[in-house]
């Protein structure tokens, strides 16, 4: 999981599989907190390991929910938390999949410097570059 700035004001969440493959995205403004984006995303998310960086660090909305279902959670912990958790940081190091999706997202230039003004359209621009990602 992660996200990514596109354009001046919004911010994309995505989801990728163990490939590298796009699996779901949703759209918040640029001030919005990343946790914002794992809200929507991370309910409906089949995968047994869930992989974060630091900005979804929190216990009562990613962490817990996630572990109740069942699923490892490999997000390393904030340094100003209180009781730093331990992750599996060999296994972190996948998370190098998501990077690479978005790096490849922003060769899109519509997509980069966000050409469309309405969150639909650019949504649709999103999932279409994403379609000729997955096919590539």
Known sequence: MGRSKGGLST???????????????HLTSGQA???????KLLPDLAADTVLAD???????????????????V?????????????????????????ENFFAK???YRAIATRYD?????FLGAIYLAASVIWLN
């Open 11 to 25: 911010k994309i969440h995505a989801v990728v599989d163990a490939l590298g493959n796009p699996v779901s995205f």
């Open 105 to 107: 997202l922003k060769q």
């Open 117 to 121: 003004k309405r969150a639909a359209n």
């Open 33 to 39: 907190c990343d946790l914002d984006g794992a809200d």
């Open 54 to 72: 630091k900005g979804y660090d929190a216990d009562e909305r990613v962490i817990e929910p996630l572990r109740a279902q069942g699923k490892t």
């Open 74 to 98: 490999v997000i390393p912990p904030r340094r100003n938390r209180k009781h730093l958790r331990e992750y599996d940081k060999e296994l972190y190091k996948a998370r190098h999949l998501i």
